[in-house]
Every structure is written in structure tokens, then in C-alpha cells.
């Protein structure tokens, strides 16, 4: 190359509390150019962004950027103020002044929306707070803002992850629009679709490092270099197709931000969920453990009627839920590993509300061991454990309460390939044990891997129901995307 | 003609429907600061038989005056998603100093009351410090700044007394005529200079999310140390005022100031959990706090129930804004 | 150096803050021998611990509270009140002293459980709320004993109640004994109950803990009512201690507990901390206290220590782990 990149990393690594997240990863972007960075959750993306973007540094190895280049970076996580308006938002630390020299707030949502329909955003108020506006328009805000600072290198960290097809379509005709002007871009994504449709160079990432640029590749080849094993030996063999009568049965139910719902899920089978995020399955999982529970319609475990108001009205008719988000929703950090094991079956263990702390013990040390947890021991906090371990211990609280429902929710998010295949093995193992196991994930392949049978979700409402001969990761993304028009 | 979807036809509110729905904190204050105002005159007018005037409207603004400051002071700390109990022990190490050094003249008060700001920012800047780098929660910050600044207060004045000109009286709470008013009115004016400047803009995205903010590249530090001395020269500037208002010091008596600063930062609709109210509604705050004062007074309450009807009310009115504002939000 | 780390036992962070408090309390002590001969004879050192135990009781209920990220405003009040209600129902008589008991620590729990029922089913930050109450409860004794002008008003606590605050078992002060039952079942409940462990799980991340199947609301107001009866307990020792029930007795109490609570290690945000080194922290203060008395330091002093010593400590080991 003799034209100096816009932005390089020299094998740069990381490491977060013990965990390592980029081992000498190396990477270079041009101006005028879309270089995608492509890896499995946990691989090493988002870190190496927020390297690049100098937001934190790295322990080895340096990042090259052209000094004359302005550097925007739009966030995985949003980092809108919820409770300031989007005006002030999209302007922070560029707000109009007064001749008093005064920020001009009255001037700032007439300028925001002018900067916004240059962008082409007609339908979002900017005068709404942050707090106000959908998950989707708070992520083109989000976009929107970084664009609008006119940056010469522009990182992208998933930004597609909360869109529908045609702001997708706009986001991409904004990056094109950039790229034409000479803007460098680098832009992660897991939806190979997009990848290919917008990229003009491709890096590959594998737990933490780069494992071959490319300016063309083919899908399954791709997938090969990222998960380091053909996908037939990244999932283990389906479970045999369930019989007998439903474990959990909906009718009719509806929860804040949902169609009304029917599904039927048996002993045995793992049933797939699928759809972009923001679509209603959160309302549909948490909806079944009571958090908040369903408004309205029927719902029945083992063909009984059950009320399920709260998170303990679930447990109790052998329900379990594993969030995704699981340091927000599901683990206790600073906690050992015993303690967030055994939490929900206390009461079992213990004798006038003492905790019989033998009996507990065991219980913990055989869970570990079960599930292969690698602690160093029971009373280790949890904080410390690699996303993958700290997965398992909430799948193994979730086993030790005799649940025989499983409420799986995108449960291989940010957890490392090896860790992956071993929750997909367990996963499967629990199925051929009888479990009955709702599995929702945002990586279609997954679903199309692990399930017989999967429901689409679009807008709060189940729009497919895809049965085993027409599985595919394929099927089910042009199924979550299918606009309305297309699907009457 | 396919339908849109459902981003692109979410109807917008309209800009009356967004003003009120995003300063309701405000507006149910400036609510029950009327209400408290109709009560007085009612209260007042039913026991003395004729309508409240000059003299009361100057008595009532005087005596809230300390207050207000205090509580404006108060509500910079609180939007950081912050607390601020050091503020009593400020008002009276201001006090205090107040009334030893003032002398006879109204020269020497004025340049006196300028190192007593001073002293006031100083000791807000070592609560900022503590609390920006110190890496500590601000509420055990200030727990042990205010015992330092109590202590310093009773050093300065070991016992009640010293003295005050009148003409400083005169110029700060003139008991004649409610001019005091004109220095709400310059709080005010301020408070609206500071939130369209660049401090002002952060305050509120740190109290939002300081994490994110700091991504987006606000000085957290910075705009915290600007945060809490301006708190503290507020503060002391509260003790100025009640120096003043007293024409003597007292070491003690600016102590309660801590927590009426945080009712009335409440009553105010600023909240607690930060980034969310203004300065205009910690002074409503004040005044609510000190008319519902005299309308027990008025209304011959056994003053011993004071503490009572108070805490009842400040109960009252958290629960009845928080069902209000949540109606009027979800109703959007 | 290296090999006598070896044999310290392995700790987590959390374990370690309450080992600091721990050394804390006692190099505070050794202080106090080192500027004060004699400061450590057996009569001062049980004087201290008689005292700190007051404080130790309150913060006790403190702690609960602030364990979910509460916190207990009302307690000045709520120890007032606990006072003024043990005199005027005992009448200074034994033979009423358990129904006075038993009504003061009621009227604790009582006032506790509605604080909590007013955060956790209102939704009212535990600041206003407990503020609110602590208002409420001194307008409603100042009211009722006509601001303690009351005839009942002056009596004496029962001597059952005074010798368990003066008299001594086996060479102990009843208090210590009355204190180190509590250390005891306090720091039970808070390791081996499943009460503890819902109350970390709440403190630490309540929406997970709520997914886990913890009552957060029932939770809640139990920690509340729990901090109102050590209130009222506190109160009784001190009406036992002082003899007669006094206006604002228990306003020390308030910001002291609070201090007591977070140099004992307890993370003010909630979910970290044990009551051993809030009982450390207790014993802390009011050595420092004793110490700055023996050397007849002037108020002011004493004020500015306390608060130095407060910040060093905290500074010491109180820091948030992560910026």
C-alpha cells in the first residue's frame, strides 16, 4: 500500500479483569472507503472500536490515525441523554449561541430538525426527549449526531442492530453518500446481507484477533474463518421432535407492545423465536415470567390455567428465565458464584430460615461442575468470570430450581465461541431430557441450527411460523424484515 | 399505496403538549407555590380580617431569603444526581464569619460579604474535589465536610453574638418593603445564563448519565467542582442573608438549612436521582417551605405539630406530583 | 513480608473493608493510650463500648436499610419517640416495663414498615420519605406531651430498664451483653439467612434480584421496620442510661449512624458491607469522641476531627472500586 491508511491498528491487545478481549489484532481502513470488521459476539469488535476510537487504551500495541481526520464513533451501547430533548442531544458541545453569547435554546430544535432533513430524518421530533422516541429513532439520533459533526474517520459499532430494512437502506445511503465525500468508515455488523451489500474490504475477527482481510469472500467461507469450524461441528445434532402435550400454552395473550399471542411449547423441544430486536420478544418473554405479566388472554402450564403476575408466581409453575443482558437482569457481580446459584431455591435449603451452608455447598460445587463452570472456586464473585462462564451460572441457578420450562433469551450473546458450542450442546442435552425450551436469539443461524421449528416476531406480532424443511437463516431474516405490504 | 411503517408516522406532539410535558416538575411547583399563596391570603384574611400587605408580603419574602438561596444551591448538587449535606455547616461558618467581621459600616460588610462568598465556593470546591477525584459517594462527602464546617463556624463565633450594620440589613432584607424580591429575580436571571452556558448544558448530561456523557466528551470533573462551589458560595450566601436578617450571629442556627434545602429542592420538582428540574423550581421550593410556615402560624396551629403538618404535607405533595406527572405522561 | 501474606486468609474486597474497620477502631484506641496514659484502663474502654453500643444499635437498623440502597432519616425521631413512649406508658413502674417495652418497639416497627411501605409501594425516594416521617413523628411527641411538659413526662424509666443499662453480668455491662447478642444475630441474619442473602441480591441489582424471584416490596419494608425497631430499641437504653427521656436526644444519632455505617465498609449505593464493621465503626467514632474529651480538645476541634478523620478513613478504603 502506498497510500497511507486514514486510521491503523498495530496488533493491539486487551484485557478486561483477567479476560482477554483483542490479542494482537491488527487492522487498517482508507479513506473513501467502507471497511467492514466481521467476527462472532465476543470477538473483539466493539473493543477494538472503542480503541481506535481512542475511548479506551490498549495494554499493547498502538493505533495510527491521520491527525488531520476528525474521529466520530456511534456506540453498540446508545449514549443519548434520556431526559434532555433530541435537539440538545443531536447539538451537544455544538449548540448555536446568542449574539450574548449564550446557548440559543429556543433556536435549537428549528436548527435540529433543518440538520436532520439534511439527512433526510423527517419523523422525528426534536423537541420529543430522548426517553420518548423508539428504540429505532433513538439509534438514528444516535447515528444522525455523529454524522452532523462532518467526521473524516467514522467507526459504526452495530448499527443496524435496532433497525427495520428501509432505515437500514438509509443508513447505508448515507454511508455511500460519506464514502463518496472520502470519508473512512468502519462499521461492524453479524448480518452478512448488509456486509456484503455495503463493504468494500472485510477484516475478519476471531477471539481477538484478525484472521484475514478481504475485498470479496463468500458467505460460508466467512463463517468458517469466524467461528474456526465448519458450522455442521459448531451445532450439535437437533433433539428428536417432541410429542406428547404442551408444556406452556398461550391463547390470546397480550402484553404492553404485542399483538395477542398464541404458541404452543412441548416437552422435549426447543422452539425457536426469531425477528430484529425491538420487536416485541422481550414483551413475549418476560411477559410469560411475570415481568410484567400478559394483560390479557389465557395462559396454561401442563394444560392448567395459571395467573402469572410476578417473577415468583413464574418460578413457582416451574418457569425459568435467562435475560440476555445478563449483568443488568440476571447475575448479582460482586456476589460469589454460590450465592447467585442458590438464590431462588433457598428456601429449599433451608431450616427456619437459617441456610443449611453444607447442603448449599455441595449443591454449588456439584452445578459447577455439571455445567463445567470454570471458577476458581464457589466463592469467587461472579464479576470476575468470563461472559460464557457468568452465562452458565445463570443457566445452573435456572436448572437447580427444577424448572421444567426454559425461557432462553438470546442467552449466547457476547459469549466466546468454545463457550457458545458447549451452551448449545447443554442446550440440546436438556431438550433430549425433557425440557421444554423457548429460545429466542438475534443470530438466525443459531436459531436455524438448534430449533425444529421457529415463530417470527414483526411488530409485537407472530408472523411466521416456520416448520423444519423450511428452516434457514435466510427464511427467517426475510421474514423479520418483510415489510407489511409485502406479507398481506 | 403500502402503509408506512410504524417510525415514520408516529404523529408529533405538539410544542405546547412537549413544553408541558417536560417541565411538569416545574409546573406542579409553580402549582402549589399558587395554592400556598391563596391558602395564605385565605388563612390570613379569615383571622386578621383584611387581606395581607406590604408588611407581610416583606416579612414572608425576607424570612424565606436564606432559604432560597440555600435551596438553589442545593438543586446545583442535586442535578448531578448528587446531595449535598454539608450545607447547613456552610450557612453557618457564613454566619458566623458574618458576625465577626462585619464592623459598623456598610463598606466594610460589603467587602467582607465578598470573602465570605469566597470562603463559601473554597469550601465547595474541597467538597467537589473529594467527590470528583476522591472517587467517594457525595453523601459521606459532605456528611464529613459538614462536621469540618460546623466546627470552623464555632471557632469563628463560640458563642452567639457579634453584630451586623443595619445598613447591610437594610440593603439585603430591608424590613420596609420587599426589595429582597429583586435578588430572587437576579437568582433567577442567573440560573438562566448558567443553564444556556457550556457548565450549564453538562450538569444536566452528567445527572442524565455520566458515563455517556463522558463519552460524549463533557469534563465530569470540571462541571462537578463548578457544581458544588457554586453550591457553596450559594450557601453562603444563605448565611449572609440570615446573618442579616437576625443583626447578629449564631453558629448554629444555619444547621437545618441541610435538610429543608433538600424539601424544598423536592417540593421544587428537581430529582433526586439528577438531571432532571431547575433552579426556578428550587426557588418555588423555598417558598412553598416557608408559606406553608406561616400558614400554620396564621392558621393557629399548635405550633408543637409544626414538624407534623410539614412532614405530612412534603409527603402529600411528592405522592400527588409523582401521580400527576405520570398521568400526564403516559396520557402522551 | 511476602511469606507472612501467605497465611493471611484469602478475602474478598468487601471481607477486607471490615478488617480495615476493624484496625481502624483499635489503632484509634492504641491513640488514644499513646496521647492519653491510661486511656485504655478497663473502666474507660467499657465506658467506650456501653456508649458505642447506642450507636451501634441504631446503626444497625442503619445498615439494613442502606444494605438496598435506602437510607433511615428518621431515626432522631423515631429513638425520641421510643424514649418519651417507654416513660410515660411505664410510669418508671417494673411491673409495666414489658408492656412499655413491647409497645415502644412496636411503635419502631410500625413507623419503620410504613416508611417502607411508602418506598417500595410508592415509590417515594427513601430520602424524602423517611424525612417526611422523621417531621411527623417529633410533630406528633412534641404535640402529644405538650413539647414534654406532659405530667408523665418526666418519669423515670423503670429500674428493670435502668439496670439493664447501668447493671453488669459476670464483670460485662448489660448493654455490651444486650450488644453482642446483636452483632451476633445481625451478622446471622445477614450471612446465613436467606433473608440476608435476598437482602444483598436486592441491594446489589434489584431488578435481578426481582427476576429471581425475590419480594422486593415485602423485603423492603421489612428492612425499613427493622431499622425502626433498632431505633426504638436505642432509644430504650438511652432513656435506661440517662435516667429520663430528653428533647432531641436522639438527634446525634442520625448522621452518626450514618457514618458509623459507611467506615465500617458499607457501600453507601447498597449491596456491600457487614454489620461487623459497622459495629467496628461504631466503636470508631466514639473513641475518637473519648479521645478528643481525655484531651480536653474545645468543641470545635472535636467537630473538625471527627469530620478529618471520617474523609481519611473513607478515603483509606471507602473508594469506589471502578471510576
Known sequence: ?488 | MPPETSSLTLPRGSRLGHTIAQNIGLILAGSILLLAILGFVLIYALEQHRLPGNFELTSTVNSAMPLVFAAVGQSFVVLTKGIDLSVGGVVDLANAMAAVTMGKTLGSALLWSVVILFVGAACGLLNGLLVGLGRLQPIVVTLGTLSIFQGLAIRVLPQPGGAIPPSFTDLLVNPNAPYALIFIVLLGLGWAAFRRSRPGVDLYAIGNDEAASRTLGVNVLRTKIIAYMLDGLLAAAAGLFLAASATAGDATTGDSYTLTSIVAVVLGGVSLFGGRGSAIGAIAGALITTLIVDILFFGHVDPLFQSFYEGVFLLIAVVAGGVIGGAIRRRR | MKAAMKYLPRLAPESWRVVYAIVAAIVLFLIGEAVHPGFLGLANVETILVIASFVGLVAAGQCFVILIGGIDLSVPWVLNAGAIVLATTSMGLDARAPLAVAATLGLGIAVGAVNGAGVAWFGIPAVVMTLAMNGIIEGLVLGFTGGFTCAACSAYAPPVVQSLAHGALLGVPDALWLWVVVIVLVSAVLSITRFGRATYALGNNPRAAVLAGVDARGLTIMLYAASGFFAALAGIMLVGFGGQASLGMGDPYLFTSIAAVVIGGVNILGGRGHYLGVAAGAVSLTVLVSVLLALNMPDYVRSIAYGVVILALLLAYGRETET
Open chain 1, 1 to 488: 500500500m502506498t497510500v497511507p491508511a486514514a486510521i491503523a491498528a498495530c496488533s493491539v491487545s486487551k484485557s478486561f479483569g483477567g479476560v482477554r478481549a483483542l490479542t494482537k489484532a491488527s487492522f487498517a481502513a482508507d479513506s473513501g472507503s467502507v471497511h467492514a470488521l466481521v467476527g462472532e459476539n465476543g470477538a473483539g469488535k466493539s473493543t477494538l472500536i472503542k480503541i481506535l476510537g481512542g475511548r479506551i487504551a490498549p495494554d499493547e500495541g498502538e493505533v495510527l490515525a491521520d491527525p488531520a481526520l476528525r474521529i466520530g464513533i456511534v456506540f453498540q451501547e446508545l449514549t443519548l441523554l434520556p431526559y434532555m430533548r433530541v435537539a440538545d442531544n443531536l447539538l451537544l458541545g455544538r449548540e448555536p449561541r446568542s449574539h450574548l453569547g449564550l446557548i440559543d435554546r429556543a433556536a435549537m430544535p428549528g436548527l435540529a430538525e433543518r440538520s436532520l432533513a439534511e439527512l433526510g430524518i423527517t419523523h422525528i421530533d426534536p423537541r420529543a426527549l430522548a426517553a420518548d422516541i423508539s428504540l429505532a429513532e433513538r439509534q438514528i439520533v444516535e447515528i444522525a449526531r455523529v454524522i452532523l459533526a462532518s467526521p473524516g474517520i467514522l467507526l459504526l459499532d452495530e448499527p443496524t442492530s435496532a433497525l427495520v430494512e428501509r432505515e437500514v437502506a438509509w443508513l447505508f445511503a448515507r454511508i455511500r453518500a460519506l464514502r463518496a465525500a472520502g470519508t473512512a468508515i468502519v462499521f461492524t455488523s453479524h448480518r452478512w446481507a448488509e456486509i456484503a451489500a455495503i463493504a468494500d474490504r472485510i477484516t475478519i475477527f476471531r477471539n481477538g484477533s484478525d484472521v484475514g482481510s478481504f475485498d470479496s469472500i463468500d458467505e460460508t467461507e466467512a463463517i468458517t474463518l469466524m467461528t474456526g469450524r465448519r458450522l455442521e461441528a459448531l451445532f450439535p445434532a437437533r433433539p428428536p421432535a417432541p410429542d406428547g402435550a404442551p408444556a406452556l400454552e398461550l391463547a390470546g395473550a397480550r402484553a404492553a407492545g404485542t399483538a395477542q399471542l398464541d404458541l404452543a411449547l412441548h416437552p422435549g423441544e426447543i422452539l425457536g423465536v426469531g425477528g430484529l430486536a425491538g420487536h416485541g420478544h422481550r414483551a413475549l418473554f418476560f411477559g410469560l415470567f411475570g415481568a410484567p405479566g400478559f394483560i390479557e388472554g389465557a395462559l396454561r402450564v401442563a394444560g392448567k390455567p395459571r395467573r402469572i403476575r410476578t417473577p415468583r408466581d413464574a418460578i413457582r409453575a416451574g418457569i425459568a428465565l435467562v435475560p440476555e443482558d445478563r449483568k443488568s437482569e440476571g447475575l448479582f457481580l460482586p456476589l460469589k458464584v454460590r450465592d447467585n446459584l442458590t438464590l431462588p431455591i433457598l428456601r429449599r435449603l433451608s431450616r427456619l430460615g437459617a441456610i443449611d451452608l453444607g447442603a448449599e455447598r455441595r449443591i454449588a460445587s456439584d452445578t459447577i461442575a455439571r455445567l463445567a463452570i470454570r471458577t476458581p472456586s464457589a466463592a469467587q464473585p461472579v464479576g470476575a468470570l468470563s461472559g460464557g462462564n457468568q452465562q452458565k451460572v445463570l443457566l445452573g441457578r435456572w436448572l437447580l430450581t427444577k424448572a421444567r420450562i426454559l425461557l432462553l433469551y438470546d442467552v449466547t450473546r457476547g459469549v466466546d465461541v468454545a463457550t457458545k458450542h458447549e451452551i448449545y450442546e447443554l442446550v440440546v442435552r436438556l431438550a433430549r431430557e425433557g425440557y421444554a425450551i423457548l429460545f429466542y436469539s438475534s443470530d438466525a443461524e443459531e436459531l436455524a441450527h438448534l430449533c425444529r421449528r421457529v415463530l417470527v416476531m414483526r411488530r409485537g406480532a407472530i408472523v411466521a411460523d416456520l416448520p423444519a424443511e423450511q428452516l434457514s437463516a435466510e427464511a427467517i431474516v426475510s421474514a423479520a424484515m418483510r415489510e407489511a405490504a409485502d406479507a398481506a
